[in-house]
T-cell receptor, first 114, second 114 residues
Framework: DAGVTQSPTHLIKTRGQQVTLRCSPK?????VSWYQQALGQGPQFIFQ???????QRGNFPDRFSGHQFPNYSSELNVNALLLGDSALYLC?????????????FGPGTRLTVL | GENVEQHPSTLSVQEGDSAVIKCTYS??????FPWYKQELGKRPQLIID?????GEKKDQRIAVTLNKTAKHFSLHITETQPEDSAVYFC?????????????FGTGTQLKVEL
């Protein structure tokens, strides 16, 4: 039973560039959430996708966008990268929106913006 | 969810002692209360969770207690071991806004000394 996977593991970009991060949820899960974790801080919620739609969004600018595919995998896109976007980007998968269901995290993508 | 505070921010104990970390939250709609353990450079891993219809849950050396009236829940680790050293995050989840995002606390760095 595959867990949550993310790619790439590490990424280095320069200011102003665009980046796409990818996530495959745990088998049987249909909901993907994305979090940003800056060094020394807790993860911050970016947004959540269910049934290929963004269902909830945290306090992040429109430069952050996403997509969910019919197979439940998801992408996180960040445009016009800033130095402050350097962080560990985590995705978490779960089953359904309602109810109290557990979220399982992937290993993350470490993004460095120079 | 929403405003989430953890105390203490750092905790140092001797091997074999107990450790307690407290999490307070402001969103009364929160209905799911997990604790995650994150080792350096790794993903957050769920160690225990509790739902709003129970007050306490135990899993071997780890327990979580919930006080919904006072809006706080606590992580208890007994007979601590060096491998318990990590950062611990509470992440209460509310259903406000149509989704089920986790709102992470600021984290507690636990160090278990020999």
């Amino acid at each position: 039973d595959a867990g949550v996977t993310q790619s790439p593991t590490h990424l280095i970009k320069t200011r102003g560039q665009q980046v796409t991060l990818r996530c495959s949820p745990k088998s049987g899960h249909d909901t993907v959430s994305w979090y940003q974790q800056a060094l020394g801080q807790g993860p911050q919620f970016i947004f959540q996708y269910y049934e290929e739609e963004e269902r909830q969004r945290g306090n992040f600018p429109d430069r952050f966008s996403g997509h969910q595919f019919p197979n439940y995998s998801s992408e996180l896109n960040v445009n016009a990268l800033l130095l402050g976007d350097s962080a560990l980007y985590l995705c978490a998968s779960s089953s359904g929106l309602a109810g109290a269901d557990t979220q399982y995290f992937g290993p993350g993508t470490r993004l460095t913006v120079l | 969810g929403e405003n989430v505070e953890q105390h203490p921010s750092t905790l140092s104990v001797q091997e074999g002692d107990s450790a307690v970390i407290k999490c307070t939250y402001s969103d009364s709609a929160s209905n799911y209360f997990p604790w995650y353990k994150q080792e350096l450079g790794k993903r957050p891993q769920l160690i225990i969770d509790i739902r709003s219809n129970v007050g306490e849950k135990k899993d071997q050396r780890i327990a979580v207690t919930l006080n919904k009236t006072a809006k706080h829940f606590s992580l208890h680790i007994t007979e601590t071991q060096p491998e318990d050293s990590a950062v611990y995050f509470c992440a209460p989840r509310g259903l406000t806004g149509g989704g089920n995002k986790l709102t992470f606390g600021t984290g507690t760095q636990l160090k278990v000394e020999l």
